[in-house]
């Protein structure tokens, strides 16, 4: 993506209480462009930890590109810059303290964190997690890294605008059977089996309520 397109899509997402159809474009475009990019910066690092999680890299990428729909303007590029390269730099900052912290929860390994090389955390906040119920982000992480890559997206797409008696805004299910070239009613199933194993995988290995919309 060209410095133009990227800070004007960073634009659109920030405006997402304003115009959510068009934040949620933005945002999927967004996260096809550099999703493979931040799944390579990822596995290298886990590589290089000692330590490689699928889970573990999964839920770095759900982190990271959540951190950005919450605070798409905590990044601006410098006024010389030419190019992307700032903004995935940005990206792998993000990313790498992220599982920084996840590996430090999960393995409690810094020797192997020390050796990995990683830079350390510049970005503090936690990520906004309004639409879960549960406290426990490792399982339901976990929970979600049970499903497809695909399945994943949809879902926490969804619940990004769940509103308690109000349905998905439907520029947003538009958006979404453009990308998978699926249905509305295949995003019901989908839905309706995500939600299934979340439920499941809860119940065998925590007492906590999954989500907030999950009866």
């Avoid at 290298?44 to 590109?65: C, P, Q, R």
Wanted: one cysteine or more; aromatic letters at 10%; glycine letters at 2%.
């Amino acid at each position: 993506m060209t410095i133009d397109e990227i800070e004007e899509t960073l634009l659109l997402i920030s405006e997402r209480l304003k115009d959510e159809g068009a934040a949620v474009a933005a945002f999927t475009n967004l996260y096809k462009n550099y999703s493979k990019f931040l799944n390579t910066v990822i596995s290298g690092a886990l590589k290089n930890s000692g330590i490689y999680d699928e889970h573990v890299l999964n839920t770095v990428m759900n982190n990271t590109f959540y951190k950005l729909y919450e605070d798409p303007l905590a990044f601006s590029f410098l006024k010389n810059a030419e190019d992307d390269k700032t903004f995935k730099a940005w990206l792998s900052v993000v990313a790498r303290n992220e599982l920084k912290r996840l590996l430090k929860e999960y393995y409690h390994n810094n020797s192997s964190l020390e050796e990995s090389g990683m830079e350390p955390a510049i970005i503090s906040e936690e990520l906004s997690l309004e639409v879960f119920e549960s406290t426990n982000i490792k399982v339901l992480n976990d929970a979600l890294n049970t499903l497809s890559e695909r399945d994943r997206h949809i879902l926490l797409t969804i619940y990004l605008y769940y509103d308690e008696g109000k349905n998905t805004p439907s520029d947003t299910l538009d958006l979404l059977c453009e990308m998978y070239g699926i249905t509305k009613v295949n995003i019901c199933k989908i839905r309706e089996r995500s939600e299934k194993k979340i439920i499941d995988y809860f119940s065998q290995h925590t007492q906590l309520k999954p989500l907030k919309n999950v009866k």
